[in-house]
C-alpha cells in the first residue's frame, strides 16, 4: 500500500477507535502507521538492496516491535510536560502498526512477517498496490466531516460525536464491504482460470492479481507444464471467461547451462520469494545470459521497483556474473 494510504489509515483509526486522546497519541499512531516503510530507502542503494531489504525487516513481527517502541519515545517526547502512561499507548499503537501489515499483505507484492524464522512472503492478491478507491474513501471520511464541522459551527450548532469519530467509522465500514467484493470477485477470478486447458494442456497453477481501477478487472497468470500464460480475467459482470485470449509463453527447455544458473544462490533466492518465475536464455558471443522475473510482475504491467536476476554463464557453464536488475532492464522474449 502506499505511503499516503498507510498515513490516512492510521489518521482515520486514531479518529474512529481512540477519539478522545490527545493529539500526541494521534501523531504517534500515524508514525507508528507508517515508519515500516522507512525500508524504501533501499532504493537509494540499488536493487539488490531493496529486494532484501523491502517488506522484511521492518514489515515482520520484530519489526514491528520496534516500530511501536519507536513511536511510543516520539509520543513522550510530544507530550513530554503531560506524558502519556506507557500501558495506555500500546493498543492504539500496536493497532496502527499492525493495520500497516495487514494492508501490505493484503497486497500481491508479498510481505515476510515472520522473518528472521522464515523468509516466506505472504500476500494474498486481494488488493492492488496503489488503491485509489481505499484512498478516496479515506480522504472522504476524514475532510468531508471537517467540511460539515465548519457548517454547523457557523449556525452555532453543536456537535455531540468526538470530532471526525462518525466519519471515519463510516469510511472504515465501506473500506470493509469494498475489500469483501474484491475477495469475492478475486475467488471468482480464480475459478474461471481453473478448470480450462491452454494450448492444449491443463492449468497446474493458477492466480489472478487486482487491476488498479476496476474492481471486475482482473489479471491471470497460468502455469501449465510447458508454458506460462497470461490472461485478463472479467469478473463479477456475466461475461464468460475466454481461454483462446491468453498470451502464452513457452518454458525454457531444459539444459545444464540453465540448471547451473537456477543452482545460484540469487536464482535460489529469488525464485523462492516471487511466484511463477519465467527464465530466459539467451546465446552470447563467450556464453550465455538467463534471465529470471515473475510473471506475476508482467500480468500487473508492474515494472516500477520490481526486481529480476541475471545470471551469467561463461563458455564453460561456469557462473561469470550474477545480480539483481530492476525489471525495466530486463526483456520478456
Not at 498507510?6 to 478522545?20: D, Q, Y
Not at 520484530?62 to 516520539?74: K, W, Y
Not at 507484492?109 to 492478491?125: C, H, K, N, Q, Y
Amino acid at each position: 500500500m502506499d505511503l499516503a494510504s498507510h498515513a490516512l489509515a492510521s489518521f482515520a483509526l486514531a479518529r474512529g477507535f481512540f477519539p478522545r486522546r490527545r493529539w500526541p497519541v494521534f501523531v504517534g499512531m500515524v508514525v507508528a502507521g507508517t515508519l515500516a516503510d522507512i525500508d524504501l530507502v533501499s532504493i537509494v542503494f540499488g536493487p539488490a538492496a531493496y529486494f532484501v531489504g523491502r517488506r522484511t525487516y521492518t514489515h515482520s513481527l520484530p519489526g514491528l516491535l520496534l516500530v511501536v517502541a519507536i513511536a511510543a519515545v516520539f509520543i513522550r517526547y510530544l507530550a513530554k510536560k503531560q506524558p502519556e502512561p506507557v500501558a495506555g499507548l500500546m493498543l492504539p499503537l500496536c493497532l496502527a502498526a499492525a493495520l500497516h501489515t495487514l494492508l501490505d499483505i493484503l497486497q500481491s507484492e508479498g510481505t515476510a512477517v515472520l522473518w528472521p524464522i522464515r523468509s516466506t512472503r505472504f500476500a494474498t492478491d486481494w488488493l492492488p498496490s496503489i488503491d485509489p478507491w481505499i484512498l478516496t474513501l479515506l480522504i472522504a471520511g476524514i475532510f468531508v466531516p471537517e467540511l460539515f464541522r465548519l457548517i454547523t459551527t457557523e449556525i452555532g450548532a453543536k456537535e455531540k460525536a468526538p470530532r471526525g469519530r462518525n466519519g471515519a467509522l463510516v469510511a472504515f465500514t465501506l473500506i470493509f464491504l469494498y475489500f469483501g467484493a474484491r475477495v469475492f470477485l478475486h475467488s471468482s477470478s480464480v475459478s474461471s482460470l481453473e478448470p480450462h486447458s491452454y494450448n492444449g494442456e491443463s492449468a497446474r497453477k493458477v492466480a489472478a492479481y487486482p487491476d488498479s481501477f476496476s474492481i471486475f478487472q482482473w489479471h491471470g497468470v497460468i502455469e501449465t507444464q510447458s508454458l506460462l500464460c497470461l490472461a485478463d480475467v472479467p469478473a463479477g459482470l456475466g461475461k464468460p471467461f475466454d481461454p483462446e485470449s491468453a498470451q502464452c509463453f513457452h518454458k525454457p527447455e531444459p539444459s545444464a547451462e540453465l540448471a547451473a544458473a537456477q543452482r545460484t544462490a540469487f536464482a535460489q533466492t529469488y525464485i523462492r520469494a516471487v511466484p511463477f518465475p519465467r527464465a530466459t536464455v539467451s546465446k552470447l558471443t563467450d556464453g550465455e545470459e538467463i534471465e529470471i522475473r515473475s510473471m506475476r510482475d508482467v500480468a500487473e504491467r508492474e515494472g516500477t521497483h520490481r526486481i529480476g536476476v541475471r545470471i551469467i554463464l561463461d563458455l564453460k557453464s561456469a557462473i561469470y556474473e550474477e545480480h539483481y536488475v530492476w525489471v525495466k532492464d530486463l526483456r520478456l522474449r
